[in-house]
């Protein structure tokens, strides 16, 4: 195999992106469909290392596959006017903003329940209670929450 041809396993270590997930981006059209040797292997070039570690970056910036599919898009034209490309940043910076408020919202709302919660038995738990009642939350903003916690 020459230097610029690596296979699925090999580009997934170069970039850090998973064997499953580079399947996916190609799925979804985030990445061209790659070579295939004689025997069907997928065989990789620079050009897709280079796409794939675009991607992982966006995709750790939290932008959505949809919006790198549009910043990909807008790459095919060096000479554009990147206003669309900023447009979509903005977007995203707009949207971590309300989750980060979001996120403020459910902080308070923990450290509340916490703070009531002084040992004792489960029959009496305030942390218990407020997950039970809705109602005895004080920051009602928490339950729009739309981030996915633990990805």
Known sequence: MSEKARTIGQTSK?????VTTIRYYESVGL?????????GQRVYDKAAIE??????????LGFSVEAIAELIALQTDPDASCTHIDEIARHHLADVRRRLTQL?????????????CAGGR?????????????DQCLAHEHEKLDIVIGK
Request: proline share 2%; charged share 30%; glycine share 2%.
């Open 104 to 116: 403020e919202a459910l902080e308070a709302e923990l450290k509340r329940m916490v703070a009531a």
């Open 31 to 39: 990445l061209t469909a790659p070579d295939r040797t004689s025997s």
């Open 122 to 134: 489960v029959a009496a738990c305030s942390v218990l209670s407020s997950l039970s009642d809705h």
């Open 51 to 60: 796409r794939l570690r675009f991607i992982r970056h966006a995709r750790e």
């Open 14 to 18: 170069e970039t850090g992106v998973k």
